[in-house]
Every structure is written in structure tokens, then in C-alpha cells.
DNA sequence: AAAAAGCATTTTTTT
DNA sequence: AATGCTTTTT
């Protein structure tokens, strides 16, 4: 080693066993030497305890000083549960070693970069919804129909592009619509040029292509990072791949530690490329893939069920979890007949839990989509049991805290356009629509911000619009010197945001959360050590060129570099406003008592419960009907569905139900095939199953069907089938219960058929009953057939025979 | 400029 | 059903 291995002096070798109690496998890969290594690491396997304790092993052996290790993961938890975990580990400093979030760590290049990148030094981070407000504008100005150019999606068009790592310039146009949203795309990069902000994507195609376009800068780092250690590979995406390959490139010897598990990969849908696992190990000549398949987290049968379920996708790098802790209870199924019995039931059955004494927080809800939360919500309400719901907004994100924000930004920079016109007329000062319209010509035409171009407007409007500009430089004035906390309160007094909402009778909550943003940034002058004494800036941290000995340490993570010239360094407003883009809070609700916890089953990731309850496993719903157009969409439910099962320690429910409203209306569902792809002995049905229509015979009628004719193309759905059984290549043994409840519908109508009731038909097998309309030889009825779709047949052809 | 009415939309989401 | 967004009305 070049580098002495412990320059930090705050470090002391640790005194027994980080390699106790580690299994053979994550001892093998904690230990691995300095060479490139894929990490297989399943549900539960204690990847974080892995990835952190080869962190401390490297440093403990004088393999590599805290300033060569870099480590990257993809949300902000995921970091500050390493970084707490590691200093548990062993006593060193954290601040030296690069760990952080993919965008963290760009930020952190490029306040340190921000010449050679071209950015303005105090240059602020676009979150989404800025960014489709910033796209919005150019759709504005460029004169375009906003319905043929959704903001929306033209924003995420754009983030696209970026992470495939393309400018405007390098995408084919074919047609006038892509040349069009190729134009936005570029005057949108314009304008976040002329205003100095930077999107998400931004920050990672910058740090790329200064890193791709420098060869010194490249060899810097390359030069520095001897230890990359990377989480959730699977989610990585082309860009984040090519960054990695900038910093590590295949060959260069550095230690790069790339954990992923490809069956808990679920955001496809968001760019994330689990090729990049399977392309990691071959650019990357890795020598062996190290498993990590002992889990330390659930049951047996849960194991089971997830294990069964997964093998049934296809292109996996394999992998089957295993455990040491008994079967322990089976995997609980439940049919229900409404969504509302549903949310009864499993009420109930939490509340059993946790008379027994399980703790509220340990139990958890888990849906496909969002939409489901309010009937389980409205029945926990009712009930009065503490629950709580992940995934609203976060505070960050709230308008009352935007608001504010935007003015704090103004304080920063005026230039900035998205937060000019969020609050130029909030609180209300008499500038409307024409006048923003007036301003934003007058800024076109002379190609300057809209701060600037306030002088170009004349009349009324005009001189509000001089009120709202000498508003802002007061506020500037005032809050020269101040701490941010004062800061704060003083913009929040001037702007009129603390008066309107006082004297707002619904404010009350709003004005709380305005407190708290005082509070936040309290927390993070303190946090990152604004304010403290001056300590020295790791010379590693520095720009090449840069001089920095001696300089005050006051933005820490966020800028470290003071401007060479002025020797200015980032202010803590500054650094607090990148903070908030950066970490929009925490992504749950009200925090606080012992609840139930309700989410998604993507938001789920990453967590465990003692028990966990998979609702809505219908047909359409889980796996979600929109996935199944795309190839690969079945499959990525189904690692959805493999995520959802590994969250249970010790018990898992399954429940589905025959009805359930959605969008105001009625859906008759039939039960999900994720039900049929689990190991029967892991089961214990707690409702009676449809007699004779198990797992076994619809799959062995299903493969069997689609061995045979090429019909199936013409059963689009809603179609009148007219011909059945006389086409069907196959016919199956028709089961006991069939033949009785075909008896039954001798001298009835509709053959004893009920609307929500479950039918059988010998091509499209279960299904349930959704319309019955007519009589005598137009008697039609519409069947929901899961993954047959929805089927208008006729009944005086299709033989319908009702079941249970 | 604010309030009301009309309208589309509705998988998953971090930074 | 309910939400958010845009257009129309007052």
C-alpha cells in the first residue's frame, strides 16, 4: 500500500472477532482480497452485516484507509444503517470514507467539481415534481399542445434518456414527434443551465461524463477508491453501471464488492437492469460467485413457499434459500367474499396476534397498489387500532414546506425560475396569470431569468412584480449573517407564509410543519457540524488543484471544496437546501405509538415483520393485470410476490376475495395463480378451497390447453363466445362436484348460476360470475377468468357449471 | 382572484 | 370513489 493505512487518528484496531459468528459464506466474502466479487445475496442472508463487516475488516487489517473505501447504495436509509452500523463496528471516521447514495455521492463530486462540470458553485437540486414543473415551462414557452406533450411524461422521457446516458443530441430522431420532445429536452437543459440547477439524472450523467472526458480527474479516483463496495446491484441501471465502471473499470485491480440478489428485483418499470449482474460477472472476469443462501429471518414454510415460487422464473443466476430454524407455522390462506370481509378478517386476526402479544409494529399489511389501503384503513379506523401507512407524502414534499424552500432558494439564487413562480404570488400580492404571462415573454426574448426581467413589465402588475423582487432582496439583507435558523424564521415572518397560515383556519398542521423545517434545520447544523470548530479537510477530498489546508470543515457531505479563488465555501443554507432535494424525509406517516404497519409490497423492501399479510392476491390484481403485456412483467411480479413472502418471520397470511371494489366499481376476481405456484404441504387453508378445482388439475388443464390450437388468439375479451367445447383440443375429466352441479341446473334458467359465485367452463376453466343478462336463448353472461380475461359467453352454447 | 364545476385518471417509486 | 387538474363561472 502506497498510503499509510490509518492516517485517521481517530482509529483503533478492534479488539476481538468481526469474523465471529460469521457462516462459511459471509466469511468467505468478507474476506475476499482486492479483486472484483459478485455477491448473491438472498432475503435474510444478513447482507448489510456482510457489506459493513468487510468494510471494518479491510480497515482492520490495514488493507485500506477509511479515505479508499467507497460505498454506494440507493436510499438514504440504506447509507445512514450502514454508517450507524460500522461505527458500532469499530471507532472510525466516517467522514473520510465516501458512503452514500448514488445521487449523495455525485452531489458530493460535484460540489467539489463544480468548475470543471460547468456549474455554478451554488448550483441547487431539481426533485421530480420541480423538474416536471421545469418541463412544463419550456412545453409552455415552445408553444406546444400539452396533451400531446404530457409534462409528465416528457419529464420522464428526459430522466430516461439521461440514465441511458444520452444528451439530446445523441437520440435518433424518426419522426416530427421525436424531434419535438428531443427540442424540449434540449431547451429544458438550456434552461436549467441558465437558472443553475441540476435534475436527478443530471447528477449522475454530470459526475460520468467529467469523470469519462478527464483522464486525469479518472485517474484520481480511480487512483483513491481501492474498495467500492456496491447494494442492491440488481436495481442499478445503465448509467449507474457506466459511473461505476468509471470509477472501478474491469481490470483496473480495485476491490469491487457488487451485492445484489436478481430475484428481489422489482423496479424494471424504472430502469433498473438486472443484466448488469450477469454482465458484472463477465466484464469483471469474476472468479466465483459467492451465495449467501442460509437465512436468518422466517420459518421453514415460508422459506418454502418463497423458494417454490420463484423457481418457476426463468434466467435466474440461482439460488434457494435455506434455513436452520424448523418449519414453524404453515402459510396461512384465506379466501374472503368482499374487500370489506377481507379487512375484517385480517383485523381480527392482527388483533389475535397481538393479544398474544405480538407488538403491533411487527405485523404487517402488504398490497400490490395504493389504492387498496382505504378499505383496510377505513376498517382499522373504525375499529380503532393503531395503524400506520408508508408511502404518503414526505415532509419535504409538502406544499406549506415547498413554499418555503422556494423562498429560501430565492435567498440563494433569484435565477431560480421553478421557485420564482411558486411563490411570486404566494401569499397572494396581486400578480396574476397575464402578468406571469407578460414576465415570462419579456425573460424569453432577452434570454435572462425572470428575476431579472421584472423591470420589463409594465402597469399594475408591473409594480407588484417590483414589490415581490425588493420583498426578496430584503429578505436577503435581513437574514445576512444570521443562522439558519433565523434564516428561517426571518424568510418565514417577511414572506407572509407564517401570517397566511395563521390567519388560515385550516393552517394549524401547516404552520406545525413549518416549525418543524426550523427544526430540521437545526438538526442539520448540528448534524453535519455547521458552526462547530474548524477541523481540516482530508487532503483526498480536495479538487486536483485545489489548495485547502487549514479551511474550516462546515459543509461536510454536502460541499467540501471552497472556491479556490474566493475561498468561499458553501453556506449552510445552500447546504441544507441541496439536503432537502436530496432526502425528502421520511417516506411514513405518523411516526409514534405501536401500529400495524400498511404499505405496498415494493415499499416493503428491504423490511421484516414477525407477520405479514399478503392481501389481494386476485388475478388482475397481484399479479397486476397492466404488467402482463410486457415479456418480462409475469416474472417481475413474481419476484414482487418472492420480495412480499421473505418479509415474514414467523407467520405469513395469504388472503384474496371474491369481490372488491375499485374505481367505484364491483370486480369479481378469481384468485391469484401465485396461489397455485406454492407448495401445498406449507398450506393451511383456513377457508374450505373449491372443492376439486385445486392448483393441480387447473394448471394440468391450463398446459394442456395451451398445447393444443391456436384459438386462444381469438378470445379477446369481451368477445361473444359462441363455440366452446366443440373447438377445445381437450377435454378434462369432469370432476365429481361438476357432475352434481350440473344435475342442479336441470329446470333453471340460469343452471343455478349466481353473480359473484365462481362458474367452471371446460376451455377457460374457473372463474367467477360478473353479469347475467337475457333469457331463453339470448341468455349471455360475462365471466371474469383471471388470466382468461373477461368473457361475454353465450349460455345456450357455453356450458357454465356453477361451483362450490 | 377565488370558487365551482367539469374532467380524466387510476401499478409499483428513490434520488 | 376519490383525487388532482383544468376550465368555467361568479
New binding site residues.
Given amino acids: 500500500m502506497s498510503q499509510p493505512p490509518f492516517e485517521d487518528d481517530l482509529f483503533t484496531p478492534p479488539t476481538t472477532g468481526l469474523l465471529k459468528n460469521l457462516n462459511p459464506e459471509q466469511h468467505a466474502a468478507v474476506t475476499l482480497g482486492q479483486e472484483p466479487a459478485l455477491i448473491l445475496a438472498g432475503a435474510g442472508s444478513g447482507k448489510t452485516r456482510v457489506l459493513t463487516t468487510r468494510i471494518a475488516w479491510l480497515m482492520s487489517q490495514g488493507l485500506v484507509a477509511p479515505g479508499g473505501v467507497m460505498a454506494v447504495t ?4 440504506a447509507a445512514k444503517e450502514m454508517v450507524t452500523r460500522l461505527t458500532a463496528m469499530l471507532p472510525v471516521n466516517v467522514r473520510g470514507m465516501w458512503i452514500g ?4 455521492l455525485c452531489n458530493r463530486f460535484l460540489r467539489a467539481h463544480w468548475k470543471l462540470a460547468g456549474l455554478p458553485q451554488g448550483f441547487q437540486i431539481l ?2 415534481s420541480d423538474s416536471v414543473s421545469a418541463v412544463k415551462r419550456v412545453i409552455k414557452a415552445m408553444k406546444l399542445d ?1 396533451e400531446r406533450f404530457v409534462p409528465k411524461q416528457v419529464s420522464w422521457f428526459i430522466a430516461g434518456a439521461k440514465e441511458d446516458g444520452l444528451r439530446a443530441k445523441d437520440i435518433e430522431q424518426r419522426d416530427e414527434q421525436s424531434r419535438t420532445m428531443v427540442a424540449i429536452y434540449q431547451a429544458y437543459q438550456d434552461q436549467c443551465e441558465r437558472e443553475g440547477v441540476v435534475d ?2 443530471e447528477l449522475m450523467l454530470r459526475t460520468y461524463e467529467l469523470l469519462r472526458d478527464h483522464a486525469e480527474l479518472r485517474a484520481h479516483y480511480q487512483q483513491r477508491f481501492k474498495y467500492i463496495l456496491v447494494d442492491e446491484f440488481q436495481d442499478t441501471n445503465k448509467l449507474q453501471y457506466a459511473w461505476l465502471k468509471m470509477f472501478a473499470p474491469p481490470g483496473a485491480g480495485q476491490g469491487v464488492f457488487a451485492v445484489g440478489d436478481d430475484d428481489q428485483s ?2 424494471a ?2 430502469g433498473a437492469r438486472v443484466g448488469n449482474m450477469a454482465d458484472f460477472e463477465r466484464e469483471y472476469r469474476v472468479r466465483k460467485v459467492v451465495k449467501l443462501e442460509q437465512n436468518y429471518r422466517s420459518f421453514g414454510n415460508i422459506l418454502d413457499a418463497a423458494n417454490e415460487l420463484i423457481s418457476r422464473n426463468s434466467h435466474r443466476l440461482g439460488k434457494n434459500l435455506r434455513t436452520e430454524m424448523g418449519p414453524g407455522e404453515p402459510v396461512r390462506v384465506n379466501e374472503s367474499a368482499s374487500d370489506f370481509a377481507e379487512a375484517q378478517w385480517l383485523l381480527e386476526e392482527a388483533q389475535a396476534l397481538h393479544r398474544q402479544g405480538m407488538p403491533r409494529q411487527e405485523i404487517a399489511i402488504l398490497y ?4 387498496q389501503s ?1 378499505v383496510l384503513e377505513s376498517a382499522l379506523f373504525n375499529a380503532g387500532i393503531p395503524y400506520r401507512v408508508y ?1 404518503g407524502l414526505r415532509f419535504f414534499e409538502r406544499a406549506e414546506v415547498k413554499h418555503a424552500l422556494a423562498y429560501l432558494r430565492l435567498i440563494e439564487n433569484a435565477n431560480d425560475d421553478t421557485s420564482f413562480l411558486r411563490v411570486v ?1 404566494f401569499p ?1 400580492r ?3 396569470a397575464r ?1 406571469i404571462e407578460l414576465l415570462q415573454d419579456a425573460a424569453r426574448v432577452s434570454g435572462r431569468s425572470l428575476y431579472q426581467s421584472v423591470g420589463a413589465v409594465a402597469g399594475k402588475g408591473g409594480s407588484n412584480l417590483a414589490g415581490f423582487v425588493s420583498l426578496v432582496e430584503s429578505m436577503r439583507n435581513l437574514t445576512q449573517g444570521l443562522t439558519l435558523r433565523e434564516i428561517i424564521s426571518q424568510m418565514l415572518e417577511s414572506s407572509g407564509l407564517a401570517e397566511f397560515y395563521r390567519n388560515d383556519k385550516d393552517g394549524a398542521e401547516r404552520l406545525e410543519n413549518l416549525d418543524e423545517l426550523i427544526n430540521a434545520a437545526e438538526a442539520f447544523v448540528t448534524q453535519e457540524g455547521f458552526g462547530k470548530d474548524a477541523v481540516a479537510l482530508p487532503v483526498d477530498e480536495l479538487a486536483p488543484g485545489a489548495i485547502a489546508e487549514g479551511l474550516p470543515n462546515a459543509v461536510a457531505a454536502a460541499a467540501v471544496t471552497p472556491d479556490a479563488e474566493t475561498g468561499e465555501i458553501m453556506s449552510p443554507l445552500a447546504a441544507f437546501l441541496t439536503h432537502a432535494s ?3 424525509g421520511d ?1 411514513q406517516a405518523q411516526a409514534g405509538q405501536d401500529a400495524i404497519q400498511l ?2 409490497v ?2 416493503a423492501k428491504g423490511l421484516e415483520f414477525d407477520a405479514v399479510f399478503i392481501t389481494g392476491l386476485e388475478e388482475g390484481l397481484f399479479p ?1 393485470e ?2 402482463l403485456a410486457d415479456g418480462d ?1 409475469l416474472e ?1 411480479e413474481r419476484r ?1 410476490m418472492y420480495v412480499a413472502i421473505t418479509r415474514a418471520r414467523q407467520r405469513l397470511y395469504l388472503s384474496f376475495s371474491q369481490t372488491r ?1 375499485l ?2 366499481q364491483t370486480r369479481y376476481n378469481v384468485k391469484s395463480r401465485f396461489l397455485e405456484e406454492l407448495p401445498e404441504a406449507a398450506l393451511k387453508w383456513l377457508t374450505p378451497r373449491n372443492q376439486g378445482f385445486g392448483s393441480g388439475f387447473a394448471r394440468e388443464y391450463q398446459s394442456a390447453w395451451e398445447r393444443g390450437s391456436g384459438l386462444k388468439s381469438m378470445v379477446g375479451a369481451g368477445r361473444v363466445e359462441t363455440s366452446t367445447a366443440a373447438r377445445a383440443p381437450y377435454v378434462p375429466p369432469v370432476p365429481q362436484t361438476m357432475k352434481q352441479a350440473a344435475a342442479q341446473k336441470v329446470g333453471n334458467e340460469y343452471g343455478g348460476l349466481r353473480v359473484g359465485k365462481g362458474v367452471f367452463h371446460n376451455k377457460f376453466g374457473e372463474g367467477v360470475l360478473v353479469t347475467l343478462e337475457g333469457s331463453g336463448q339470448d341468455a349471455r353472461a360475462q365471466v371474469n377468468f383471471g388470466r382468461h380475461g373477461m368473457k361475454w359467453l353465450a349460455l345456450a352454447v357455453a356450458k357454465l357449471t356453477p361451483i362450490d
Fill in positions: 440507493f436510499t438514504n436509509k447514495t448514488f445521487h449523495g426533485d421530480a400539452e436527478f439524472a422489482i423496479y418499470f424504472r400490490r397498489s395504493n389504492a382505504r408511502g404570488n397572494a396581486g400578480i396574476g402578468t436530496l432526502e425528502a417516506n404499505m405496498t415494493h415499499s397486476h397492466n404488467s412483467g417481475e414482487l371494489m374505481h367505484g
